[in-house]
C-alpha cells in the first residue's frame, strides 16, 4: 500500500499527476504493471526518470506537462495519485474532471492537499512566492476539498489528516527565516528532538492522530470512481 487503504497490485497501470521528483513512483513501479509520471517541471521528470531506472525497474514511463489536459486517453488508469498539486492549479473543478477521465470504472485515487490551519499558519510568515503563481494560489479548507472531490463524481472511503510535525516543522523555518532546501537552525533541531521524544513514549505515539486532526500538513482523501 502507499497509503493506508490504497493498495497497487501487479496487474495494475498507475498514473502520477504531479509526479515531481518520483518519491511515489520510485515505491509503486516494482509493485505495478505500468506506471506513468506527469509533472509541468522537465528538470523533476529528469530526476524521478533517473531514479526510477537506477532501482531496476523498466515500467515507468514520463511526460512534461502541465496536466491540462492530462496527456492520456480515457480509461487508463487503475490508480491514480494526485498529491500536493490541486493548490498550484488555476481551475482545479477541470483537474478534476481529467483524474476522472483518465480513470478506469472502479479506479482508485489518492488525492491531497495541504492542511488549512498549516497554511494559514505559513502564510503571514513565508516568502511571498509561496503563495504566488506556479506554487500555492489557493487554501482548501475541509469541506471544500470534500466538496470538489464529491462533485467529480469519486466516492469518498477514506480520509486522514497527517504530519502535525511537518506542519510545526514549516512554520519554524519560515519564523526563523531558514532556506528551505539547504538551511538549518537550531530551533529546527530542538523540534526533532521533542518529536523524538514524543515517539519514545507509548502514550504520547498513541495520540498523535489527535494532533494531526486539528493542524495537519496534509488532508488526504482515498475515493474510488464508480463501477458503472
Known sequence: ????????????????????AGGNLKFCAPL????????????????ASQTIAASGTDNATFIVSDASPIPLE????????????LEHVEDPTKTMAELWRIGKPGALYLISVPGQLS??????????????????????????????????????????????YW???????????????????????????????VLADKTSKDRIHLLDRTLHKSHIIIARKPDN
Open 1 to 20: 500500500e502507499l497509503f493506508t487503504g490504497f493498495n497497487i497490485d501487479s496487474d495494475h497501470t498507475l498514473v502520477d499527476v504531479g509526479c515531481g
Open 32 to 47: 505495478a504493471k505500468r506506471v506513468i509520471g506527469i509533472d509541468i517541471d522537465a528538470a523533476k521528470i529528469e530526476i
Open 74 to 85: 480515457n480509461n487508463i488508469a487503475d490508480r491514480i495519485v494526485c498529491t500536493e498539486v
Open 119 to 164: 497554511e494559514e499558519l505559513l502564510k503571514p510568515i513565508a516568502p511571498a512566492f509561496w503563495f504566488e503563481h506556479p506554487n500555492h494560489i489557493r487554501i482548501f479548507d475541509k469541506d471544500g476539498f470534500e466538496k470538489l472531490v464529491n462533485d467529480s463524481n469519486l466516492i469518498i472511503e477514506r480520509q486522514e489528516f497527517v504530519s502535525f
Open 167 to 197: 506542519a510545526v516543522w514549516h512554520t519554524l523555518l519560515c519564523l526563523c527565516n531558514v532556506e528551505h532546501h539547504t538551511g538549518t537552525h537550531p530551533a529546527l533541531d530542538l523540534w526533532s528532538e521533542a518529536w523524538d521524544a
